[in-house]
């Protein structure tokens, strides 16, 4: 998968749905590509979700909707999850605000700081973790925050042993709970990994993810910790509003097209997901959906079939009236259009029950590239291959896309403070093409700094000013 910046302009407020809309339709008609739109990542604001009614009103007017316009609109499943977990933060902030005000505590004071490294180091557990503090934007700090406290607790109660003044010490039992709490983030942590990178990861990745998060938060339910159940409550809210009420079709389709999963991977898993008597109705939907998929894929490839004959037919009639119109077809020939036309009456398997039919495949997850399987196994699925390509390669998350600010945010630095938006553009566009045409394959982890930027003449872009 490729990832490039087209465009990156100042929009004037207001940051309205119609304005949204106008800049990105205009984007698009820039480069042509108003008719090859096959989906647009947003994140949840409202705004946005006006932006996409104005989109998809003008895509229908032009009769160039991709997928019927099915998956058009998807929402940033980094945001969602962000959202999700941060409404569980706010049920146990009495807890979390121990181990904070904990590491403000000893950090502030050099004299501190010191006796509680002498306290790692009597304890012999070593400083190489360190104690991190969080950021309120970011849950992810807060995992962190939670995951070196639990590392050095015996070191935290060492040291409030021997400060009168420290007053944050959590109880034993309160320890247990952060290990229930760290365990339970450690999964979200590991779905944020899978859905933070900007050019690996395929729409079929994120699907169990969100199975294992539903296991978790019903687990979390039945915990006789009111705290914790409370915390599962907020987070079931909110996971519900995006991902329960209605089937995210998208995810279960592009797990049909995992050769590993397919159809069976859904029947598995939705009886986690729906209640009991849901599912019979969320399965259906699925099958009714891809086989719907399937049948525009079928369409286009037969429309171009026949166009494809037409011409044939025409430029065969022609030779054979050239040659000799007296000449009569010979037994033999006759027969082979006999049974053309007997082969052609009989249904032949469709390239999807095909697929469907086979058996999956067994390869480890560190191991398998799901498109280079696709790739390989083209000419034995066509028509699913060619579907395959399209869906698992709609960007489920923001990501790469909001990365681009952490570009921009080094451009537009102290001492670059007054370029031209057009210089910007220039400038950032530039090093996305540059950098897109030599990316590694594996991504850092949500980290945009880590990206090195290539810096050309401005001049040379957008002339002299």
Not at 75 to 93: P, S, T, Y
Not at 165 to 189: D, K
């Amino acid at each position: 998968m490729h990832c490039r910046i087209i465009n990156f302009i100042e929009l004037e407020p207001p940051h309205s749905g119609v304005v949204i809309s106008n800049a990105l339709y205009d984007c698009l008609a820039e480069w042509k590509i108003e008719d090859k739109v096959a989906s647009i990542t947003f994140d949840n604001a409202a705004s946005n979700d006006l932006a996409v009614k104005f989109l998809l009103a003008k895509f229908k007017n032009r009769k160039a909707l991709w997928f019927e316009g099915k998956f058009l609109h998807v929402r940033c499943c980094a945001h969602i999850l962000n959202l999700v977990v941060q409404d569980g933060l706010k049920m146990i902030e009495h807890l979390t605000n121990k181990v904070r005000e904990t590491i403000k505590y000893i950090k502030k004071s050099n004299n501190r700081f010191y006796k509680f490294q002498n306290d790692i180091d009597s304890l012999n557990i070593g400083r190489s973790k360190g104690m991190v503090f969080d950021c309120c934007t970011r849950w992810g700090s807060t995992f962190k925050m939670l995951d070196s406290a639990f590392h050095y607790r015996a070191a935290i109660d060492a040291y409030a042993s021997g400060d009168a003044n420290y007053r944050w010490q959590p109880s034993e039992e309160e320890w247990l709970l952060y290990e229930q709490v760290n365990s339970i983030l450690g999964v979200f942590h590991e779905a944020t990994k899978a859905f933070s990178g900007s050019t690996y990861p395929t729409s079929n990745l994120f699907y169990p993810h969100i199975v294992n998060i539903k296991k978790i938060l019903c687990g979390l339910k039945e915990s006789k910790e009111e705290c914790l159940a409370a915390m599962a409550d907020a987070m079931e809210d909110k996971f519900n509003k995006y991902w329960g009420p209605e089937c995210n079709t998208l995810f279960a389709i592009a797990t049909i097209l995992d050769p590993r999963y397919k159809m069976d991977m859904i029947k598995y898993t939705f009886p986690s997901l729906y209640a009991e008597s849901k599912v019979a109705e969320k399965l259906t939907s699925v099958e009714a959906t891809l086989h719907e998929l399937y049948a525009l894929y079928e369409s286009e490839n037969n429309k171009s079939m026949s166009t494809s004959a037409s011409n044939g037919s025409t430029s065969q009639c022609t030779s054979t009236s050239a040659s000799s119109s007296n000449t009569a077809f010979s037994i033999t020939s006759q027969y082979q259009e006999y049974m053309k036309a007997k082969k052609a009456y009989q249904p032949s398997k469709s390239d999807l029950k095909k697929y469907l039919d086979d058996d999956v495949e067994n390869i480890p997850d560190d191991k398998f590239d799901i498109l280079g399987w696709w790739k390989m196994n083209e000419l034995k699925y066509p028509l699913v291959a060619k579907m395959a390509r399209d869906i698992l390669t709609i960007p489920i998350t923001s990501v790469s896309s909001e990365s681009a600010f952490s570009t921009g945010g080094r451009v537009i630095d102290d001492y670059r403070s007054s370029l031209l938006p057009s210089t910007v553009q220039g400038l950032v566009c530039t090093s996305s093409w540059i950098r897109g045409g030599h990316h590694k394959e594996k991504d850092m982890e949500d980290d945009a700094n880590s990206i090195p930027l290539v810096l050309v003449e401005a001049d040379s872009i957008v002339g002299s000013n």
